[in-house]
C-alpha cells in the first residue's frame, strides 16, 4: 500500500492511531506497525473517540478501519501487557493491576454505529484483529492479506462475535476450523469463503477501498442506516432489535403524525390523529 495517494487530513491527535477525513470518508488507523498493530487499552480507547467522532460528524458517510503499513491489520491484544486478568494500560487500573478486555467494547460500537464501516486489510488479520474485520460491515483485501485466529494456541478465545459471527458469515465447520486448528488462510481463500468482499493488488487497496466508500456515499445515508440496523437485528438480539426500532423511532420523529403530538403537548390540546390515515 506504501504511502497514500489520497489527499487524507488530520482529524485529531492521537498516540496509537491516526484520524484522517477526506470527501465525506473518515480513516481510523492503527498505528503501531512495530506490533504488526497489535492493540493495547490505549489503541482500543482512542479507537472508541475516533469512531464516536465519525459518528458524530455529519459531513462522514463512511469509515475505513486499517492498520498502518503493509505488513498488518492488526495482530490483536498485544501480548506483552497481557496481565491475570486482561490486558495492563497505563491508566489508574493498569497501575493497580487490573486489566482490560475493552476490545469487546469496541466491537459493539462498531455494529451499533450507523454508518457502514469498511476494514482495508494489507497483511495479517490475526486473533482480536481478524474479529475487528468481522465486525465491519464490508471488508476490501489486499492480495498479501492472511487472516485467522491463534487463541487456542496463546491462551484466549472470543466466543462472541469471534465465534458466533464467524460463523454465521463463513459457515460453522469453516468457523469451527479456524479456531480449532488456528492456520492462517490467504486473501484469495478468504473471498472464496465470504470472508471479504474482494481481493485486489496491494498497490491498488486504498484506491479500491475509498472507490467503494465513495459509491456508498452517493447512497441514500438513511437507507445504508437502516439496512445496517435490519443485517444486525436477529445476531445482535435485543440489542439489535431496539438498534433498528430506535432507527424507525426516528424516521417516525420526521413525520407530520408524530410532529402533531408534539404540537399538541406544547399548545394544551387535544392532538389531531384524525387527519393521518389508518393505514392498510
Ligand atoms: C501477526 C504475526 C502472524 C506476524 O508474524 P511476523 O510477520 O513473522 O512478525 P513477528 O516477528 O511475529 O512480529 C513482529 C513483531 O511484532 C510483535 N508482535 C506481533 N504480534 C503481537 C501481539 N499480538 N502482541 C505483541 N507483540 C506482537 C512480535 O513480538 C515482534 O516483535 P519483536 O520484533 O520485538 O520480536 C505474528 O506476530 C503473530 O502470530 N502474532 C501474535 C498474534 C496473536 O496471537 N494475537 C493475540 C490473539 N489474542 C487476542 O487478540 C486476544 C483476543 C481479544 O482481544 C479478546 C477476545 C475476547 C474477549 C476479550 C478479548 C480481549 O483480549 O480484549
Not at 6 to 20: H, L, Q, R
Not at 81 to 108: C, F
Not at 250 to 255: A, D, I, K, P, V
Request: glycine share 12%; net charge negative; charged share 25%.
Amino acid at each position: 500500500m506504501g504511502s497514500s495517494l489520497f489527499g487524507w487530513v488530520s482529524a485529531g491527535d492521537f498516540v496509537d492511531i491516526k484520524y484522517e477525513h477526506l470527501d465525506g470518508i473518515a480513516k481510523i488507523t492503527i498505528n503501531r506497525p512495530e506490533v504488526r498493530n497489535a492493540f493495547r487499552p490505549q489503541t482500543l480507547v482512542e479507537l472508541a473517540k475516533a469512531f464516536e467522532d465519525a459518528r458524530n460528524d455529519p459531513s462522514v458517510g463512511a469509515i475505513i478501519l486499517t492498520g498502518e503499513g503493509d505488513l498488518a491489520f492488526c495482530s490483536g491484544g498485544d501480548q506483552r501487557i497481557r496481565g491475570e486478568d486482561g490486558y495492563i494500560g497505563s491508566d489508574e487500573l493498569g497501575k493497580a493491576g487490573i486489566g482490560r478486555l475493552n476490545v469487546l467494547d469496541l466491537q459493539v460500537q462498531i455494529r451499533r454505529l450507523p454508518k457502514p464501516v469498511v476494514a482495508m486489510v494489507a497483511g495479517y488479520a490475526i486473533g482480536g484483529g481478524h474479529v475487528l474485520h468481522l465486525v465491519c460491515d464490508l471488508s476490501i483485501a489486499a492480495e498479501n492479506a492472511k487472516f485467522g485466529q491463534t487463541g487456542p494456541r496463546v491462551g484466549s478465545f472470543d466466543g462472541g462475535y469471534g465465534a458466533s459471527l464467524l460463523a454465521r458469515t463463513i459457515g460453522l465447520k469453516r468457523a469451527k476450523e479456524i479456531w480449532f486448528l488456528c492456520r492462517q488462510y490467504d486473501a484469495q481463500t478468504a473471498f472464496d469463503w465470504g470472508l471479504v468482499n474482494a481481493v485486489v493488488p496491494l498497490e491498488n487497496l486504498e484506491a479500491e477501498t475509498v472507490k467503494w466508500c465513495r459509491e456508498m456515499l452517493d447512497l441514500s445515508p438513511l437507507a445504508l442506516r437502516m439496512l445496517k440496523a435490519s443485517f444486525n437485528a436477529a445476531d445482535d438480539g435485543l440489542a439489535g432489535v431496539q438498534q433498528l426500532a430506535g432507527d424507525a423511532t426516528l424516521l417516525f420523529y420526521m413525520t407530520e403524525e408524530a410532529q402533531e403530538g408534539r404540537d399538541a403537548f406544547k399548545e394544551k390540546r387535544k392532538p389531531d390523529f384524525d387527519q393521518f390515515p389508518r393505514r392498510p
